[in-house]
Every structure is written in C-alpha cells, then in structure tokens.
C-alpha cells in the first residue's frame, strides 16, 4: 500500500513537471511566432526560470517530505505562473496578428488579467509562514493563515472583475463592474486593508521563527529572509500605491526578489542539507538532463516540421508550434525514466537520514501458539498499525519483508516519536516489538536506500531486548535537544560494522 501511494506520488509530480514544460513550450512558441527574439522573450525565459526552479525545489520537497506544505504550495504556483505565461502569450499573439481572432483570445486574455496575482501572493505569504518545516509557529497562527486566504481571495476576485480593456487584447473584460458599484468599493477596502496587514504578519512570522529556531534552522533562514523581506515591502508599497513610480517600482522589486526567494531555499539546501546536497544535485542532474533533451528537440523538430509545412502550403503554422510543444511536453516522463538510471549511476543521490528497523519479537512462537490463519489475521492488522504510525510521523517506508519494516525519516525526532508509538500501538495487539535507530548518510538509487548506515541501523535493532527502542549515539547526539530520555546500554560490537558501537535504550519520546 506504501509503495502504491508513493509510486502515485511520483507520478503527479512528474505530471506537474511535464505541465510546466509544456505549457512554456506552448508559450515560447507564441511568443517566437508574435514578436520573434526581443525583450518579451527574455522576460518569459526569465518566469520561465522561475517555474521551472519552483518546481524542482517543490518535486525534491514534497518527495521527502510529503506532509511539508512549501513542496506542494512551489508545485501548484509553478503551474499557476505557467499557465499565466502561456495565456499572456496566446492572447498576445492572437491581438497582434490575428485581430483577436484565435479561439479563447476572450479568456486567455482574462486568466492573464488575475491568475499571477494568488501565486504571487501566495509565495511570499505563506512561503515565510511555513519554511523551512511545512509548519505554522503554533496553533495561535492558523487565524493568520485563515486570513491570508481571504486576503488572497479578495485581491484575485477585485482582479477578475475589475472593468476595462484586457491588455493586451484591448477587449473589454466581459465579467467587469463598473468602478463605483459598491462591491468594488467593499473588496478594494479589504485589499488595502488585508494587505498590508498580511505582508506584515509575514515578516513577523519569519523573524520569529528565527529567533526560536536552532543554529542550523538561523543558517537556513537567513537566506530566505533577504529576498522575502525585499518582496513585501516591494508589493506591499505596489498595494498601497498601486499607480504611479512607486507602484511601479515595487512591483519590479518585488517581483525580482519572489524570483529569488526559490534561489534562496535552494542555497539553503546546498549549504546547510536541508532535505540532502547530494538528492538535490542528483535530482538538478536528471531535471536539467531531461529539459535539454526537450529543448533540443523542440527547436530542431520544430525547423523541420515548419519547413515541411511551409514547403506544402507557403504558410508558417504557430498552432502547429503549439501542438508539436505539447507533444514534446509529455516526453518528459519517459525521457526521465531513461535519463535517470544513467545519472545515478554517474550521481548516485546520497543524503542524511534517520533509519528505523522494527520487527515482532518472538513471531515464530506466536504462529506456533496461535495457528496460521489466527497470525494472518493478526499480522494484516500489525503491518497497517505499523504504516499508520509511519504516515502519521513522516516516514517513508523502503522495505518490508514478514513483520520485519524499514523505514526512513528526514528528522530524527520525527523517527524517535514514531519508534515509540509504534512500540505501544504493538503492545496494544498483544504483540512485543523491537526497534532500532540510527542517523547515517546513505546513497538512494531510485526508491532503493543502501550504504553502511543501513546495515548499522538493522544490527542496532538486532541488539534490542524484547519491547525495547535502541539508538545509536549518533541518533542520541541528534536528538539530545529534544525531550527523549535515554537510558546508556553500553558498547557493543555490531555484527559486520567495524568499532564498538555505544548504544542507549530511549525510556520516553516526548
């Protein structure tokens, strides 16, 4: 069940990274056919960036950390922004060559008019509110999120429905209020109002965070704060000036440093391995692999395809550019699958895990007492208590053969809490457990996670007494801050691992 969920998993991320693709190479495409190479181009490389960036620091975190909520708010903003850019492109093109004559001219020029403004709120909003660890600062917060949200809304709904020309159409937007309607005049109070009082809980949410965090968490932080500090100021002067040189000049600050801000978190994984160096540099590998196979394709095919086309008809086709860019778009996955076998071999992904091994103490005398049909059963229901426990805490489970689990963890307090839930959960089956614990680096290959520390981590489990959670004293030393109280077991000879290992049996978790 596990494996299922996590093989879906990777399936919607890739899918979200094989929209983000396709729908750029759609909009370079309209782009290249409306205006050819000048600055519009640039600037669509440059969201293109953008996108692209917030969608592989999303596809590393989430894939960690499924429950951390900057993974999946990076992915779903990295669609919103590309979506954005292919409408702006499309309406574009079809204004200035087509006399707003290409179908869904109206509504791309209208998605274009409100469909940045939540993604761009929403990343430096939320992104300060929950980085580095998915988390609000405490319960006390979530009115703050809950607020944030009806900020959000109300600033896209007053860009929706604002009357006027669409740019760059020029069509009237058909779902406008004339300015003076009182619903206008209601929801621009609330967006002055909302906004500046969110920009600013941001910021405050964020040098909290600071000030309590550890010495590691301050590192990591600190990257983030620049460019998020520069961005709410930037569009919070932009929201309460929105005309004239101000309004101008804070949204091209503030927009230049919401580009910054994945920089950023990704300058904070590099250096302070955040989610794992060597995950990120092995995942940039395969992405950068992939998408320059595609581009490759792209422009070449593209050539040959407009050469054919104009050859049989003396014309130059955009929309078969736009059809050849979404076909080249869905390549991406099975590209990847042949890409990245070779990168881990030449980049195998390696990275700082909490390892946690448990198993059934005494489970051949326990079918011997009990029959194999009653140990069916029983087993169904210890193998779901057990993965319930791993979901619950934020373990992804590697491996699982008979009653025996491997699981890994990204935090080692997330893996002490759920060794301990996990051993009372058993006990409550009438079953006894064994657990053992140890932080290693280890190398990944696909799902696979192999190295020294794993064969560690099972030799500490090995060493554990009935009912008994054993660490290593490295898996001590990272939770040594934490309220665990640990008993020493003295040092022991792990079978196959070389030194004397120091063990210590955990008494409580919290």
Request: proline share 3%; aromatic share 8%.
């Amino acid at each position: 069940m596990a494996a299922s969920r996590s093989r879906r998993l990777r399936r919607l991320l890739l899918a979200v990274l094989a929209l983000d693709v396709a729908l750029l190479a759609f909009a370079f495409a309209c782009q290249v056919e409306d205006a050819g190479v000048n600055l519009g181009l640039w600037f669509m490389a440059t969201i293109s960036v953008l996108v692209i960036g917030l969608a592989v620091i999303g596809h590393l975190i989430v894939e960690r950390q499924q429950g951390n909520a900057v993974g999946w708010i990076f992915l779903a903003v990295s669609v919103g922004f590309a979506l954005t850019t292919l409408a702006y492109a499309w309406a574009g093109l079809s204004a200035d060559h087509y006399a707003n004559g290409l179908p869904g001219t109206t509504f791309a020029a209208w998605l274009s008019l409100w469909d940045g403004l939540p993604c761009l709120v929403t990343l430096i909003i939320f992104v300060p509110l929950l980085f580095p660890d998915g988390q609000l600062l405490s319960p006390r917060w979530r009115w703050v999120a809950a607020f944030a949200v009806v900020g959000i809304l109300g600033n896209t709904i007053g860009s929706a429905f604002v009357a006027g020309p669409m740019t760059p159409t020029g069509i009237d937007n058909p779902l406008g209020i004339e300015v003076g309607h009182p619903a206008v005049d209601v929801i621009g109070g609330i967006n002055a109002v909302a906004g500046l009082l969110i920009f600013t809980l941001a910021l405050v949410a964020l040098v909290l965070r600071y000030r309590r965090g550890s010495s590691v968490e301050r590192l990591q932080l600190r990257w983030l704060m620049f460019p998020t500090a520069i961005a709410i100021v930037g569009l919070g002067a932009a929201n309460l000036v929105p005309l004239g040189v101000v309004g101008d000049i804070g949204w091209i600050v503030g927009i230049a440093a919401v580009a910054a801000m994945p920089v950023a978190i990704g300058i904070a994984i590099l250096r302070y391995n955040l989610y794992g160096i060597d995950v990120l540099l092995n995942r940039t590998a395969v992405y950068a692999s992939v998408t320059g196979l595609l581009a490759a394709a792209f422009v070449i095919g593209n050539i040959v395809l407009q050469y054919g086309f104009e050859s049989l008809t003396a014309q130059h086709s955009e929309l078969l550019s736009g059809v050849f860019g979404v076909a080249i778009g869905l390549l991406f996955v099975p590209i990847r699958s042949r890409v990245r076998p070779v990168i881990d071999r030449l980049l195998p992904a390696r990275g700082m895990l909490a390892l946690l091994f448990t198993d059934i103490v005494g489970s051949t005398q326990t079918i011997v007492d009990i029959g194999d049909q009653r140990w069916r059963s029983l087993l169904g229901r210890y193998l779901a208590t057990v993965r319930q426990e791993l979901a619950r805490h934020h373990g992804r489970e590697v491996n699982t053969a008979g009653d025996a689990f491997f699981a890994t963890f990204t935090r080692p307090q997330d893996a002490i809490e759920a060794a301990w839930a996990i051993r009372s959960a058993v006990r409550q089956l009438g079953l006894e457990s064994r657990t053992g614990l140890h932080l290693g680096e280890v190398e990944m290959r696909g799902e696979q996670v192999s190295g020294l520390a794993v064969h560690t981590a099972a030799r500490v489990m090995a060493a554990a007494g009935d009912g008994e959670v054993l660490v290593s004293d490295a898996m001590r030393d990272a939770i040594a801050a934490q309220e665990v109280s640990v008993v020493d077991r003295g040092r022991h000879e792990l079978k196959g691992v070389p030194g004397d290992w120091q063990l210590y049996a955990v008494e409580t978790a919290r």
